[in-house]
């Protein structure tokens, strides 16, 4: 069993930075792929950005400017999230390919907020 925990999250204020982690734990031979969703209030989940053998790609234009995701060479990954506007609240999730099967987090809570 693959177990996925989100840490980082909290309140920041507007135009402020949160660094979100996810560390994968259990019986992992290869993870495949890593990423970070999110779902706000009243919205679907949506994909944020995924890192494969430390290739990157991003939603869109705008979450590509403002966040950066990276791994370290074990089992965790990182979602820096800079220039925070009240749009990016929402809970995040982790998720992980490992060994063929999709994991999830239980999700870390982002509130931007003054």
């Known amino acids: 069993q693959v177990q996925l925990v989100e840490s980082g999250g909290g309140l920041v204020q507007p135009g402020g930075s949160l660094r979100l982690s996810c560390e994968a734990s259990g019986t992992i031979g290869s993870i495949m792929s890593m990423a970070w969703y999110r779902r706000a209030p009243g919205k679907q989940r949506e994909w944020i950005a995924t890192?494969?053998?430390?290739?990157?790609n991003y939603k869109d234009s705008s979450i590509e400017g403002r966040f950066t995701i990276s791994r370290d060479n074990g089992r965790m990954v990182y979602l820096q999230m800079n220039s925070l506007n009240p749009e990016d609240a929402a809970t995040y999730y982790c998720?992980?390919?490992?060994?063929?099967?999709?994991?999830w987090g239980q999700g870390t809570q982002v509130t931007v907020s003054s």
């Open positions: 890192i494969i053998n430390g290739f990157t």
């Open positions: 998720n992980a390919n490992v060994d063929g099967r999709y994991y």
